[in-house]
């Protein structure tokens, strides 16, 4: 599986929009770009996933670049309760789902 | 909703004891999963399974064991438990055909 890097931790102010960028530029064409964010004492949770076209849900957007080296994902207008670490994670799609999650990115929501 | 439960949220074994934490999903998924986490170290997955009786070593196997015996149970076992042992464990399941994760809440192990 691709290797990801993330910012350590970022800082957003509450209303804004926070935009955590990732790096996976040894990603191969069958693999997708997963996110998934840990609120503090809680398992993780699903964000949002994409392969090479941009997409949105409820929760946030996720942006890929064209050559899928690098992407973003998007939280319109952050809260206070988005405050969280922030998973970026490369998954082979034939794999047996074989997940590695790394250090992620820690933002901090600052009212 | 998902539901992922795990059968304590704080458990403090000694050394030597030997542990069992359990796993129950109610959605039917066929994947199950078993990762540690530590701090500056993020999740680690220790085991998966993708069937009943089935298993698969993950990125740090060494001194635990799992059992799948029933499709919505996934237990961890810590034959001979130690210090080292010491950290937060999560339980996660997955359907077939998907790659979102569910997650329970942990457990939080403390070994003495």
């Known amino acids: 599986d691709a290797k990801t890097t993330q910012p350590t931790s970022m800082d957003c102010a509450e209303g804004r929009a926070a935009n955590l960028p990732c790096n996976h530029s040894?990603?191969?064409?069958?693999?997708?770009v997963y996110w998934y964010r840990q609120i503090h004492s809680q398992g993780p949770q699903y964000i949002i996933h994409?392969?090479?076209n941009n997409e949105t849900n409820e929760m946030a957007s996720l942006i890929i670049t064209e050559d899928r080296k690098s992407s973003t994902l998007i939280l319109p207008h952050a809260t206070l309760r988005d405050t969280a670490v922030y998973y970026c994670i490369i998954i082979y799609s034939g794999g047996y789902q074989k997940v590695t999650f790394g250090i992620g990115t820690k933002l901090q929501v600052i009212p | 909703d998902v539901k992922v439960t795990q059968s304590s949220r704080y458990l403090v074994k000694r050394t030597g004891e030997k542990v069992f934490l359990e796993c129950v999903q109610d959605m039917d998924h066929e994947n199950m999963f078993w990762y540690r986490q530590d701090p500056g170290l993020g999740l680690r997955l220790i085991y998966f399974s993708y069937d009943v009786k089935m298993k698969e070593k993950g990125d740090i196997p060494e001194g635990y064991s799992v059992s799948r015996e029933k499709k919505e149970r996934f237990s961890l076992i810590l034959e001979s438990a130690s210090t080292n042992q010491t950290s937060m464990y999560l339980c996660a399941i997955s359907g077939w055909s998907s790659y979102e994760q569910y997650f329970g809440p942990g457990t939080r192990l403390t070994v003495t």
């Open positions: 994409g392969l090479k």
């Open positions: 040894t990603i191969s064409g069958n693999e997708y």
